[in-house]
Each structure stands twice: as C-alpha cells, then as structure tokens.
C-alpha cells in the first residue's frame, strides 16, 4: 500500500517567493529576478527541494516579500487570513516557517518580535493542531558591494537577537527547530539577503540537515 505524501504548507518572505505560487501581489522571485538570480524554475526554491526532499507534495506557499511577523498587518506572520490561507489545499502536515529577516532588518524592537512570534506559532497550532511546525532561524545571506545590499546591516540589531528568540519560543511551545543559524554559513546572494540559486541550494541543504537530525534522534528513542 502507498503511504500517503505529507502535504507541507510554507510561511515565509520574500526569499521563499515564487511567481505562480505565491501571492502575486508580493513577489520577489518575478520573471525578471529569475533571470537575474538563476532561480528560473520552483525546482530551484529553497522550500520546493525540501519538500522534494521529504517526498512529499506542496500544500500552500504563502510567502510574501517585505512582510514581518510583527506589525499587525494583512501581510504580517500573525495575520489569521494568511495563516487560514495555509490550509486551503487541506490541512498541512508539516508547516516550514522562515520568518524573521525583515523584523531583524526594519529594526523591530526584540521584545516586540518575541511577543508576536510566539503570538504566530500560537494561532497555527490551534489552526493546524496535527501539523508538525518547523520554525527556521536566520541564516545570514553573504555581503556583495554596499550600494548593492538590500539592508543598511551595519545600521540594525544583530541576527542573533531574533534567532535566540525563535530558539526560545519553538522550544516553550514545542515547535521543532530548524536551526540554521547554527551552522554559521553564509548563502550566495544578489544583494545581501536573497539568494541566487546557488544560494538556495545551500538553504535547503541546511534545511534538510536539520530535518534528518530529528528522524535520527526519533529512531534513537524506538
């Protein structure tokens, strides 16, 4: 008998953006970034060779550039209508959020960012009480020509700050972590902060990484 695919929703920003399969209203990953960054195919997303490699299927992606998790807006991660939107294909078994890279990059006060991320990961557990929620930590993007990067970084609160709070608030409410941050990489990109498709690659390897340190660590308490 085949087992079934899991079926795996994304919540993200505009590095997880795709034309066709996100919100077009929102987009970084338009026909003319494609061409500029190589990422020409959602073969080449980060969050499509994760899901490949899981063998499972895409539920909804509903990523969108520009958008924080704090903020109270439509686009925001708290948001209930782009939350509800993750589940209009059904309901997710495993939700990828990558969230927290324009919060760090706006300068959002990190107590701020800490109430409403735990805020986030609240309403998705009630929304999605069976779905497995990964929450990813950030990654840093490798530095190009300063007239080039998409963020003053020299001007805003270290990473860090946000990724100690991600770490804190997925284990408090028992979300698994994908902890990027943690290897200390830096993917290619074309600005500072999107990746071109070499630094996709290098995401979702880390992404995948993560994942299988949690099927072993299953397999070591059978």
């Known amino acids: 008998m085949e087992t079934k695919k899991k079926r795996i929703s994304i919540l993200g920003d505009s590095v997880s953006t795709f034309a066709g399969y996100t919100p077009a209203g929102a987009l970084f990953y338009d026909s003319w970034r494609q061409g500029e960054t190589g990422v020409t195919s959602p073969d080449d997303t980060w969050w499509m060779q994760v899901i490949q490699g899981m063998g499972g299927v895409l539920g909804v992606n509903n990523s969108c550039a520009g958008s924080t998790v704090s903020g109270g807006?439509?686009?925001?991660?708290?948001?209930e209508q782009r939350l509800q939107a993750l589940g209009t294909e059904g309901d997710?078994?495993?939700?990828?959020?990558?969230m927290g890279a324009n919060d760090w990059g706006f300068g959002v006060n990190p107590q701020e960012f800490e109430y409403e991320y735990r805020r986030m990961l609240q309403r998705l557990k009630r929304l999605y009480p069976k779905a497995e929620l990964w929450c990813a930590t950030l990654l840093r993007g490798r530095p190009v020509e300063e007239e080039e990067m998409f963020f003053n970084v020299e001007s805003v609160l270290s990473p860090g700050i946000y990724s100690d709070i991600i770490r804190k608030i997925?284990?408090?409410?028992?979300?698994?972590?994908?902890?990027?941050?943690?290897?200390?990489?830096?993917?290619?990109?074309?600005?500072?902060?999107?990746?071109?498709?070499?630094?996709?690659?290098?995401?979702?390897?880390?992404?995948?990484?993560?994942l299988q340190k949690q099927q072993e660590e299953e397999r070591r308490r059978i």
């Open 73 to 79: 807006l439509a686009s925001s991660g708290t948001s």
């Open 92 to 98: 997710p078994d495993v939700i990828l959020v990558a």
């Open 170 to 210: 997925a284990l408090e409410e028992r979300c698994h972590l994908a902890d990027l941050a943690g290897y200390h990489a830096e993917y290619e990109t074309i600005d500072g902060i999107h990746p071109n498709k070499e630094g996709m690659k290098m995401i979702s390897c880390l992404w995948l990484k993560e």
